[in-house]
C-alpha cells in the first residue's frame, strides 16, 4: 500500500458521532479502523470526528468541519482520508474535489486488505467481485482519473484493474465472475455430500478477526495453517481432520475472520466461503477474551451469522488468549453468560483437553445411538460400522458380535437388519 513514488501512504481517518452512536463506540470503532490502515500498510498521520444528528446528504460530514480537516490534510501532506462508514458515490466525488486527495470508505479498505490476503484463485475471484461491485457505481470519469494518479491503499487488486474500462466491461466480468463462483459452490456442495457419506460431521470455527482461529486449528490438528497476529491473516478456507479422545472423527473448517461493519458486498461475494459455515454441524465460536471489546466482538459475529443465515446453529463458546488476561473478571462474567463456554489458550495448549471434550459432547445428539447383533460372518458389517460411525464398546460371544455405536441418522438403513431394540438420539 504505496502511493506512486513507493512511499508509505499517509492517512487520516475521519469518524461520525451520530444519535444512535456513543462517543466510546465512536472512539473504538475508530481504534479498529486504524488498525485496519495500519494492516494494509498505511502510516496513520491523525484522526478527526464530528458529532451530527444525521450525516449530511452531499459531503457525510459537514462542509466547515471537511475544509477545516482539508487544511489539515494538505499541511500534513495526507494522501488518503479515509472514513469510517460507507460514503455514497456522490459524497466520495464531493469529498475528493474539497480534500483534493484520494478518499476511502470502511468498505474500500477492507476490500483492499481482502486483496492481500487471497491466495486461492477462488479467494482472488471473490475478492475482485466484491470490489468491482463496490467500485461500479463510482467509475465516472473523475474518479477513473485519481484512481490511474494515485494508486496505492483501495487501488489493489484484480478488481482496480476494471477501473478505466467502461461499465459495460465491468458488468460484463462481475456477471463472469459469478457464473465462476456459481461453479465453486457446487463443487463445494459435492465435497460436503463426499464428507457427509464418509459420516464425520463438520465443525465450523468462527470468529472475529485476529480471535486466534488458525492458531487452534494448528494446535488441534498438528496442521501448519498461516497463523500471525494481524487482522484477516486467513481468507482462504481450510478443512483439517480431528479424532477427540472418544475415537470420534470431525472435520474442523477455518473461515474468514469477521469484523464490525463487514461489508455486505464481502458476504454476498464470500457466499462460497460462508457456505461451510451454513452448512456445518457445529459452530465452534472463538472469541479474543482479552480483547478491551471482546463483548462487542462476539455481537458482531452473532450479526454476520445471522446474515449468512447460521445464527441457530448449535454453537460452541470458546474464549481464548486467556494467558493474556491481566483480570479475571471478564473471563468470569461472559462464562456466567455461556455456562458451556470453553476458556483456552491455543498458544500454550491450557484448556485444550475440556474443549475437545466438550466437543464431542456437542456433537454427540446429531448422532444415533444403537446396539446391534451381527454375526461373525458378516464381517463387512461391522467394518461399515466402524467407517461410518464411532463404535463404542463391541464385545464377541455365541457366534455374534454384539455392538454399540453412534452413527448419522442417514446410516440406519444400513444396519436395520442386526439393531437390537430402537435407536435413540446419542
Known amino acids: 500500500m504505496s502511493t506512486a513514488s513507493k512511499r508509505t501512504e499517509r492517512v487520516f481517518l475521519i469518524g461520525v458521532e ?6 466510546r463506540e465512536v ?23 464530528q458529532k451530527l444528528e444525521a ?53 474500500a479498505l477492507i476490500l483492499d486488505i481482502f486483496a492481500q490476503r487471497a491466495r486461492t484463485r477462488e479467494g482472488r475471484l471473490q475478492v475482485e467481485l ?17 484512481s490511474r494518479q494515485k494508486g ?33 459452490r457446487r463443487q463445494r456442495s459435492t465435497q460436503r455430500h463426499g464428507r457427509q457419506r464418509n459420516i464425520w460431521p463438520l465443525a465450523s470455527i468462527v470468529g472475529y478477526t485476529n ?15 498461516f497463523a500471525q497476529d494481524i487482522l484477516f491473516a486467513t481468507l482462504d478456507p481450510t478443512t483439517r481432520r480431528l479424532r477427540l479422545p472418544s475415537n470420534q472423527n470431525v472435520l474442523l473448517s477455518d473461515t474468514v475472520g469477521f469484523i464490525r461493519k463487514l461489508p455486505h458486498s464481502l458476504v454476498e461475494a464470500f457466499k462460497a466461503t460462508l457456505e461451510e459455515v451454513v452448512k456445518a454441524d457445529l459452530l465452534v465460536h472463538v472469541a479474543d477474551i482479552s480483547h478491551p471489546q471482546v463483548e462487542e ?29 491481566e483480570s479475571k473478571e471478564v ?23 475440556a474443549l475437545l471434550a466438550e466437543l464431542g459432547t456437542s456433537l454427540r445428539p446429531i448422532r444415533e445411538f444403537i446396539e446391534l447383533a451381527v454375526p461373525h460372518e458378516e464381517s463387512a458389517v461391522i467394518a461399515r460400522l466402524h467407517n461410518v460411525g464411532e463404535v463404542i464398546e463391541c464385545a464377541y460371544e455365541d457366534g455374534y458380535a454384539r455392538l454399540k455405536a453412534r452413527i448419522p441418522p442417514h446410516h440406519l438403513p444400513e444396519f436395520a437388519l442386526f439393531i437390537v431394540g430402537e435407536s435413540q438420539k446419542a
Open 297 to 325: 466482538q462476539i455481537l458482531a459475529v452473532d450479526s454476520v451469522l445471522a446474515e449468512i443465515g447460521a445464527h441457530e446453529k448449535p454453537i460452541l463458546m470458546v474464549f481464548n488468549k486467556i494467558d493474556r488476561l
Open 152 to 184: 496505492g491503499i483501495g487501488m489493489r487488486g484484480d478488481g482496480e484493474t476494471q477501473l478505466e474500462t467502461d461499465r459495460r466491461r465491468v458488468q460484463e466480468r462481475i456477471e463472469k465472475i459469478t457464473v465462476e463462483l456459481e461453479t465453486v
Open 55 to 107: 450525516p449530511i446528504a452531499g459531503t457525510f460530514i459537514g462542509t466547515g468541519k471537511a475544509e477545516e480537516f482539508a487544511q489539515h490534510c494538505q499541511r500534513e501532506g495526507v494522501d488518503t482520508v479515509i472514513f469510517d462508514d460507507d460514503l455514497s458515490p456522490a459524497q466520495s466525488r464531493n469529498l475528493e474535489k474539497v480534500f483534493e486527495c484520494k478518499i476511502l470508505d470502511r468498505t
Open 211 to 225: 480471535a486466534g482461529k488458525s492458531t487452534l486449528l494448528n494446535k488441534l490438528t498438528g496442521s501448519s495453517v
Open 27 to 49: 472512539n473504538e470503532s475508530l481504534e479498529e479502523l486504524a488498525e485496519l490502515a495500519a494492516t494494509a500498510g498505511a502510516e496513520i498521520i491523525g484522526e478527526g470526528t
Open 18 to 23: 451520530l444519535k444512535s452512536r456513543s462517543k
Open 130 to 146: 466484491a470490489q468491482l461491485q463496490h467500485l461500479l457505481p463510482r467509475l465516472t470519469r473523475y474518479w477513473s482519473h485519481l
Open 331 to 353: 473471563l468470569h462474567r461472559n462464562l456466567e453468560r455461556f455456562p458451556h463456554a470453553v476458556a483456552i489458550s491455543a498458544t500454550t495448549g491450557v484448556g485444550l483437553p
